[in-house]
Every structure is written in C-alpha cells, then in structure tokens.
C-alpha cells in the first residue's frame, strides 16, 4: 500500500487537479481514488480504498476541519487517518493537526469499504465544512496559525458517463527534483 500512496502522491503532484472546481487560500480537499487522479471512484466489489488529500497548498498547512457527505453503498470501515493528532471522524467532523508545515499533496486519511458494487450511478463522496467549526466552514490552517478558507471537493462513484466529473488539469509546473525533494525530509 506504501507505493500506491507514493505514485498517487506524485501524480498529484504532477497534475494539481482542478477538477472544474476553485479552491480558497487553504487550498481544497477531495476524496481520489488511488488507481489514478481523477473525480470517478470505483465500487467494484470486494474492498475498496479511496484517499483523502489536501490538494492545492503550495505555501503549507498546518492542519484542517472537515466532513465528508458519502453515497456509498459499501460498508464502511474505520478510517485509517495518516496524522497522530485527530479528533472525530469524516462521518461526523475531524480535526486534524499535521504536525508540522506540509505542502501539498498531504494524504490525510484513507477509507475503506465493503463494495458490493451496489452504489448508484453518480453518487458522491463530498467534502464539506465540519459541522461545529468555528466560523463555520471547511477549513485549514496556514504555517503561519492563520485560519484560511479551503474548498471541498466532489468526486463520483460508478461514473456512467453522465456525472458532472471534470479531469484533473495540470495547473502548475514541476519536476523530478521537486517531487523527490517533498520526500527526502
């Protein structure tokens, strides 16, 4: 599972998706699958992961608040989230502190289901504002303690052609020594 995270991590980094969507200053966050970048995941049957990133923030975060609106017909397992300090979870709200001042792409948490390939066409896995942030919001938090304004991102199960998913576009140059030097600290 290392090296699907790693190349899904460097994909993103070469194709910061736009997904047809803007992002505020604390960039955005959506939920991918980890075959490859796009808004379509897959309920296939047997399990099935998706990944959540903290895309866009080229200047670091700290941290951030979240929930995720799910249209899964899978069973759900406990998320795995990546970081130490995390309050809740994506059903309800989770806080999640990073540690340190990461750049994106930072994988915050992966779920897992139990897909019996039952989802509906274009049902979605939305990211939205934590329920009791304050203000409200989805959020996150600058290298500097500012509180910023991040967008959600809206990704498809079982696209049948007809869901509103728009392709990662590359938005920003990059290159080999940038992406190795993400994870040589």
Request: aromatic share 8%; glycine share 12%.
């Amino acid at each position: 599972m290392g090296k699907s995270v790693l190349i899904v991590a460097l994909l993103l980094v070469l194709a910061v998706p736009a997904m047809g969507q803007s992002y505020g200053p604390g960039g955005w966050i959506a939920v991918v699958s980890p075959a490859d970048t796009t808004c379509a995941l897959v309920d296939g049957a047997g399990l099935c992961e998706y990944y959540i990133f903290h895309l866009a923030a080229p200047d670091g975060v700290t941290g951030s608040q979240f929930m995720i609106n799910k249209g899964h017909a899978g069973t759900e397992f406990p998320e795995d989230v990546h970081f130490a300090v995390a309050v809740g979870n994506t059903n309800v709200g989770l806080s999640v502190g990073y540690g340190l001042c990461l750049v994106s792409p930072i994988h915050i948490a992966t779920l897992t289901f139990f897909c019996q390939g039952t989802t509906p066409a274009c049902a979605t896995m939305e990211v939205v504002g934590h329920p009791t942030a304050t203000p409200p919001g989805l959020l996150s938090v600058d290298c500097d303690s500012n509180l910023l304004y991040a967008a959600g991102g809206i990704s498809y199960i079982n696209d049948d052609g007809s869901c509103p998913c728009v392709d990662p576009v590359s938005t920003q140059q990059s290159n080999w020594g940038r992406i190795k030097a993400l994870y040589s600290r």
